[in-house]
């Protein structure tokens, strides 16, 4: 089962880094790319939920509250991306202009902000586990700002950001990696033990 959160990570990754190229126009926008775009963030929320599962020191209130937050942010990034590339692109700039001012501006927001607050939230509950990955969770905090702002940022910053969180959750699926073959090694070492107490 790690495995497939561990795949859904570098998914994620990969779709981080193809957004930021295409942002970049280094690759041309076509149907494939707008609708691989919502996929960063569905493939993100496997792997947060796999580090969740395998991660019982993570699983106190700060911890449950943090991983909420961050999958629902996601969810509501999903849509957003949705709306970004399969519904802007084909709508007059006046209607865009309309429409980020309305009700959909909003949400926008609200989305925004919650991922910052959830990314923030979660990534300080692994920060306190022990032999967490320090340095991918920097990375991955830091990148998630002007993500998460980005109105606030140049274009280039918020490119830099997409790739950096690659680079973060890339690093994370790894760790799970290490930390399921860490967690099957200590069952497989008490295992003796307990066949010896019986």
């Known amino acids: 089962m790690s495995l497939v959160f561990v795949t859904a990570g570098f998914i994620s990754a990969i779709v981080l880094v193809v957004n930021a190229a295409k942002r970049a126009e280094i690759l041309a926008l076509s149907p494939a790319t707008?609708?691989?775009?919502?996929?960063?963030?569905?493939?993100?929320?496997?792997?947060?939920?796999?580090?969740?599962?395998?991660?019982?020191?993570?699983?106190?209130?700060?911890g449950s509250i943090g991983v909420v937050l961050y999958v629902a942010s996601l969810v509501a990034l999903v849509g957003v991306e949705f709306v970004i590339n399969l519904v802007f692109p084909y709508v007059a700039p006046e209607i865009v202009g309309e429409l980020r001012a309305g009700p959909l501006g909003i949400a926008f927001t609200v989305a925004s902000i919650s991922f910052l607050v959830?990314?923030?939230?979660?990534?300080?509950?692994?920060?306190?586990v022990a032999q967490s990955p320090k340095i991918a969770i920097i990375v991955s905090v830091i990148s998630s700002v002007p993500i998460a702002l980005r109105t606030a940022f140049p274009e280039a910053v918020l490119q830099v950001g997409l790739v950096g969180l690659a680079i973060g959750v890339s690093l994370l699926a790894i760790w799970l990696i290490r930390a399921g073959r860490l967690n099957s090694a200590n069952v497989a070492s008490r295992a003796p033990a307990l066949v010896q107490a019986n």
């Open 34 to 62: 707008q609708l691989a775009a919502p996929l960063a963030q569905l493939m993100a929320i496997g792997l947060i939920v796999g580090i969740f599962a395998a991660t019982p020191a993570i699983r106190g209130r700060l």
């Open 118 to 128: 959830g990314t923030i939230i979660f990534y300080a509950a692994l920060w306190r």
